[in-house]
């Protein structure tokens, strides 16, 4: 599943190139067999599997696996093409050995299946800018520290919400 946007204006055939290799990324991870999530900026997206943003990135065309989440050494590169052609076992090594970044979602205790998806305003009509948070069974908020996650349940007092 693929929720990207753009974070900064581009033009039509930057965003098209684009739109095209995102498409080809999640085709890659259908074609392997693993449901992952796209998200983020959609110029860098960030591809996340259960309660982890795993070690690679995309640069051009290029899928790249890292040994590291955080400026880790390139261990195997996948080219996205429309016909998609690679060897599976080093990226199942890969999955096995790398390390991948731990997230952090918010969900509701007494609605299990309920988790923090954003937010919207108490009223548009007025100059109140006061947000309060929205609920969902699909697409959570994804925050890559349990620290920050943290500060949103203090910020909007979710005391009936815990962090997985």
């Given at each position: 599943m693929e929720r990207t946007q753009m974070k900064r204006p581009l033009d039509k055939d930057l965003k098209q190139t684009i739109q095209k290799r995102n498409y080809r990324l999640s085709k890659f991870w259908e074609k392997l067999g693993l449901e992952v999530e796209i998200i983020g900026d959609m110029e860098t997206p960030a591809v996340i599997k259960g309660d982890y943003c795993l070690a690679c990135y995309v640069h051009n065309f290029h899928l790249i696996f890292t040994d590291h989440y955080?400026?880790?050494?390139?261990?195997?590169?996948?080219?996205?093409?429309?016909?998609?052609?690679?060897?599976?076992?080093?990226?199942?090594?890969?999955?096995?050995?790398?390390?991948?970044?731990?997230?952090?979602?918010?969900?509701?205790l007494n609605e299990p299946h309920l988790f923090l998806v954003g937010y919207n305003f108490k009223s548009k009509e007025t100059a109140d800018v006061e947000k309060y948070p929205v609920f969902g069974r699909y697409s959570g908020k994804v925050y890559f520290t349990e620290d920050y996650a943290k500060e949103i349940k203090d910020l909007y007092q979710l005391d009936y919400c815990e962090i997985l």
């Open positions: 955080d400026q880790g050494k390139e261990v195997y590169r996948v080219k996205l093409q429309s016909i998609q052609e690679f060897e599976t076992e080093p990226i199942v090594e890969w999955m096995k050995t790398a390390t991948h970044r731990r997230i952090y979602r918010i969900k509701m």
